[in-house]
């Protein structure tokens, strides 16, 4: 039960994180995009912004989609769920978490291979190393992993609903 309430607080503080980070994320590309409109409409056009405002919005997914994660917010098929109960519904939940960790664990694995093999490719506009953005594979990967053990020792240990 110890490792359980660690997992539970490095999971909720690891969300804690990841939403301010999002926030951030999201604020500086309004701002960013909000001043290439500007610049555009009245000087010379920012050649650095488009690039990074998309550069955002990928760390923003993938950032994003762990907060949802953790929150049980992603679009799901609740007919299995809603038909049984009990033990048949928490093995239902627990099967789902343990194939959504397959899948983040396979997009950690080429996450890290695409760190790799862009290591040295430099982005276009900016001239950054690609690897950095790649890098949010694995680490968005990560936070999605751990969100789902985290759902599965609580659906395992804990008596409350854990559909949300």
Known sequence: MILARYLQKTSDAVDRVCTVIT?????????????????????????????LARYMLIWLT???AGCVH???GHISI???QNI??????????ILTQL???IVFAVAIYYGFSYM????????????????????????????????SV???????FHKEDTTK
């Not at 590309?29 to 555009?40: G, H, K, N």
């Not at 950095?132 to 999605?144: N, Q, T």
């Not at 985290?150 to 395992?156: G, L, Q, S, W, Y």
């Open 23 to 51: 926030v951030i994320l999201l604020g500086t590309m309004s701002i960013v995009t909000f001043l290439q409109i500007i610049c555009r409409a009245f000087f010379t056009s920012l050649s650095w912004s488009e690039e």
């Open 62 to 64: 993938f950032i994003g």
């Open 70 to 72: 953790k929150r049980a």
């Open 78 to 80: 609740t007919l299995f």
């Open 84 to 93: 049984f109960s009990g033990k048949t519904r928490k093995a239902f939940q």
């Open 99 to 101: 194939l959504c960790i």
């Open 116 to 147: 790799q093999l862009m290591g040295l490719q430099l982005s276009a506009a900016m001239r950054i190393p690609m690897r950095y953005i790649y890098a949010v594979i694995p680490l968005g990967g990560s936070v999605l992993l751990l969100h």
């Open 150 to 156: 985290d759902r599965i020792v609580r659906i395992c």
